[in-house]
């Protein structure tokens, strides 16, 4: 079971850092109040109504398009060996040793005897030390 949660905690995170360096772009097309195409990363086709701003000033363009870009992480933060101090050593070390020892399987063997006799005493105790019960 630990080691199910351990696969899962780490492809959690590779997807999390995958995932927060894409950027992405969600282009909308609405004619009039009516949604008419989505496209990621595209762009959305239009609905083929073409207005012709020459001929009357005053007509508005029903259509309109939408952009809602998604930006992700540009830089991450790598880590030089030069910020590899003394105590980052103790500390991975210590956390090497303490993870080796957490993930080891212990196989205790304890062998219980149900069918087992006590040893015959040859010596009767009470009378040999003469200790009785008054």
Request: charged share 20%; glycine share 4%; with cysteine.
């Amino acid at each position: 079971m630990k080691h199910y949660f351990q696969k899962i905690s780490i492809i959690t995170l590779a997807l999390l850092v995958l995932f927060s360096t894409f950027s992405f772009t969600v282009d909308t097309h609405y004619c009039g109040d009516f949604l008419v195409d989505i496209s990621i990363n595209g762009d959305a086709d239009g609905c083929g109504m073409k207005m012709d701003m020459t001929s009357n000033a005053k007509k508005k363009n029903c259509c309109k398009d939408e952009i809602f870009k998604i930006d992700g992480q540009k830089e991450l933060q790598v880590q030089t060996s030069d910020q590899f101090t003394c105590k980052h050593q103790y500390f991975l070390k210590a956390f090497i040793v303490t993870s080796i020892d957490l993930h080891k399987e212990n196989k205790s063997t304890l062998h219980f005897f149900n069918n087992f006799s006590p040893p015959d005493i040859p010596i009767d105790y009470q009378v040999y030390y003469q200790t009785f019960l008054i």
